[in-house]
């Protein structure tokens, strides 16, 4: 059974808009268009000429967006008055603080997050990101901030004792994941079952649609601890690193983060936060 090893060095709406009116109206808007296009023009080469020289911008002046999947504890997760909290949160808050921006996080299915920064349309992403090979295709990433698991979680009473023991049985994941890979790759797609968060793939183990969920072993603790009768085996199926995922060519931006991360490792602060929400075993 192939075992993938993590890599670390270290996915539109479109709105159309359409008026009529007098010829007076009209010579208006033409105006107006030619002072829109002339504005974007300039913005474009300022933005190109900032990047060219090394300086650091962003999507909107004074924000680092985060794009995110907040259905994904203890790295990601909403309140319930609605705010975000998280490992991935408060370690953004801390990169953006030290780059002296204000972070707005943007929540979304875990695929357009990723194609959030692949499309310019935020930062940054993190959501329990892993590096992969496909991913650095269109991507680059910031150094590891963190280890995770890929886990196995499965009903106490279940035949499957290890990752050996997956073949014949049907697995959930969360779409677009690693661990949706990974199984996809070791037992073929016709064996995984997509869903949306790994709390809908918790909840179809639950029911008995599927036979086994194989996620990070972070929010895998979670769901067990929140779900009686399911257990999380022994032994893991993966491990990798997480990495800030950004626009694939933005090196101004790759330097600020991990410049901003060194710091936080060093002085602490990246380990106080994990310590926050993952007890030593």
């Known amino acids: 059974m192939k075992k993938a090893l993590s890599v670390l060095t270290a996915a539109a709406l479109v709105m159309s808009l359409a008026a009529c009116g007098s010829s007076a109206s009209s010579a208006a808007s033409s105006e107006a268009a030619s002072s829109e296009t002339a504005s974007s023009e300039a913005a474009s080469s300022e933005a190109a000429s900032s990047e ?6 962003t999507v909107e002046a004074g924000k680092l967006i985060m794009a995110t999947n ?26 953006a603080e030290k780059l002296g921006l204000e972070l ?22 993190m959501a329990g990101v892993s590096v992969t090979e496909d991913r650095l295709l269109v991507m680059d ?16 009473d279940s035949d499957i004792a290890s990752a050996d023991d997956l073949a014949g049985h049907m697995i959930g994941c969360q779409r677009g994941t690693t661990g949706y890979i990974y199984c996809s790759d070791d037992f073929g797609d016709e064996s995984v079952t997509a869903y949306d ?46 990495a800030i995922g950004m626009g694939k060519g933005n090196t101004a931006m790759l330097e600020a983060v991990n410049g901003a991360l060194a710091d936080l490792k060093e002085d602490g602060t990246i380990q106080a936060i994990v310590d926050k929400y993952i007890s030593a075993e």
């Open 52 to 57: 060219a020289s090394g300086e650091l911008t």
């Open 70 to 95: 907040a259905t994904f504890p203890p790295y990601e997760m909403t309140t319930d008055a609605g705010d975000f909290e998280g490992i991935d949160v408060e370690i953004a808050g801390a990169i």
């Open 104 to 125: 707005q996080i943007d929540d979304m299915d875990f695929d357009a997050a990723l194609l959030s920064v692949q499309q310019g349309k935020a930062d940054i992403v």
């Open 141 to 156: 990433f910031s150094d590891s901030y963190a280890t995770g698991i890929q886990s196995i979680i499965v009903p106490e």
């Open 197 to 242: 968060n790994g709390l809908t793939a918790v909840q179809a183990l639950v029911n008995g649609q599927v036979d086994c969920v194989v996620i990070d072993n972070a929010p895998a603790q979670e769901f067990v601890a929140a779900n009686p009768g399911l257990k999380i085996l022994d032994t893991s199926y993966v491990e990798e690193e997480y």
